[in-house]
């Protein structure tokens, strides 16, 4: 496990070529290795950013000029006092800087270990410390979102409704079970059942409206389709912004899938080019075609072009288009005489005409999905969570079933003292070292 009484040390941003790096100092030594490092005896001001020179303690020789930012602890986010040194970017002086503090007494941490000594001092909980986790690999818009939402403690908030609930019951009925009837007027059953009742409806509330990055439902993916050789690789190229896809006059060029997260007006989404759908004896152009209509069927958006009939392409292959938001798309109206379907987008990619609209259109479509999805999703989980969210409502809802059946209050409170052991394990454990090793050692160093 962690050690908590030493400084750690680490740098917080990608090494290697950069205009900056940060690196972050947190312990009870920080202002002394502060005073080593920079040959500054007055103690810096809190939340207050100073011009330093930095030096090797030993060598003696100057590193560079960097900001440094004193934060006293508590108010810090490790709780202990820390201080966060901008300098240069590059590998240089960032490997000098961290051999200075490792000279001034500090140690490397370890991955998550800031985060952990956060969480130790109360300054996050432990669903807080997994959405900073979570936000760092985020890959979406939508991920990031609700990470954040939890990071400020959103999701924390709405367990915690539930959890008093059932600790509040607890005591009430604790107490009561050292009374007699003649002594004490008793809560009456129906009292328990409702606040139960709302616990539940919490609970079960968070685990409908939640989604784990693992349900693969955030991340938006738009889909290119058509025949052969319409310019379905063309247009990808063009949202891409560069030539990432091959193209030629030859029919069956693109025989797999291509994948490129881009920003389409803000909105960031998967862009994905197929096969060109149509009947083929070619065995590796088959299994091509037969990934183009999967990648259909799990798209949120497609594009459906062609240089003369989109409708008409749309209508063969529409049976794998149930549900799906669709746009239709003729490419080559330099060329040939544009559709008269009003719904048709227009467009050359040779002269990169209509692609202003197609994408105007695109940036609508995008934003209707993701405003269905907000309003359908109130949080993201990781599978822990999820776990630990259903035995807590299993746990609530058989409750109420035995309270109900057999009007035994001290069996219910016994399950009862079970779902907030699964409360504590899933907001702050208690002494259940496991747990915290596997979820803060998958953080990364600096974090």
């Known amino acids: 496990m962690y050690r908590l ?22 312990g009870s030594s920080c202002l002394k290795i502060y005073k080593k490092i920079t040959g500054v005896n007055s103690l810096p001001k809190p939340n207050h950013v100073k011009l330093v020179s930095l030096y090797h303690p030993i060598k003696k020789q100057i590193i560079d000029q960097a900001n440094i930012v004193y934060y006293k602890g508590p108010k810090s986010f490790t709780g202990e ?23 001034s007494g500090a140690r490397e941490a370890l991955p998550g270990e800031f985060s ?20 760092v690999s985020a890959t979406n818009d939508l991920d990031s979102y609700y990470a954040l939402s939890s990071i400020k403690g959103s999701l924390s908030s709405s367990i915690q409704k539930s959890h008093d609930t059932i600790k509040k019951i607890i005591t009430i009925g604790e107490h009561e079970l050292d009374f007699s009837e003649n002594e004490i007027n008793f809560t009456k059953q129906a009292t328990y059942i409702s606040e139960l009742k709302k616990a539940t409806k919490i609970i079960k509330n968070i685990i409908d409206q939640s989604y784990t990055m693992e349900d693969d439902k955030s991340g938006l993916k738009i889909v290119i389709t058509g025949l052969p050789n319409v310019g379905k690789s063309s247009l990808f190229n063009l949202l891409v912004g560069r030539s990432r896809a091959i193209v030629t006059s030859q029919k069956g060029t693109t025989r797999d899938i291509l994948e490129q997260p ?22 590796i152009e088959k299994i091509g075609i037969k990934k183009s209509l999967q990648e259909i069927t799990k798209a949120d958006i497609v594009l459906v072009i062609d240089d003369l009939d989109p409708r008409g392409v749309f209508e063969k292959i529409k049976t794998n ?85 057999h009007k035994d209050l001290s069996l219910c409170l016994s399950l009862l003292y079970g779902v907030l052991d699964d409360f504590n394990t899933l ?3 208690i002494d259940k070292n496991q747990i915290l090793n596997d979820i803060f050692g998958g953080f990364c160093v600096g974090k």
């Open 116 to 135: 952990y000594r956060a969480f130790i001092n109360n300054k996050i909980d432990l669903l807080q410390a997994e959405a900073i986790s979570t936000i």
């Open 262 to 283: 881009i920003y389409i007006k803000d909105h960031q989404i998967t862009l994905i080019d197929t096969a060109g759908i149509r009947k083929t004896k070619d065995k």
């Open 81 to 103: 006092d820390c201080i966060e040194i901008t300098t240069h970017g590059g590998v240089v002086i960032v490997n000098q800087l961290l051999d200075a503090l490792l000279a």
């Open 321 to 405: 288009l149930n549900t799906k938001t669709i746009l239709l798309i003729q490419n080559k109206i330099d060329a040939n005489t544009k559709n008269k379907d009003k719904k048709t987008i227009g467009i050359s990619c040779k002269n990169k005409t209509g692609i202003k609209k197609l994408i105007t259109q695109l940036s609508t479509a995008i934003q209707l999905k993701t405003d269905v999805f907000y309003q359908q999703h109130s949080c993201l989980i990781n599978k822990r969570q999820k776990k630990l969210l259903n035995d807590i409502y299993r746990g609530l809802v058989q409750g109420s079933k035995e309270y109900n059946k």
């Open 427 to 429: 907001v702050r454990p």
């Open 5 to 26: 009484n030493d400084d750690i040390v680490a740098l917080a941003t990608l090494a290697g070529k950069s205009a900056l790096n940060v690196v972050r100092v947190s």
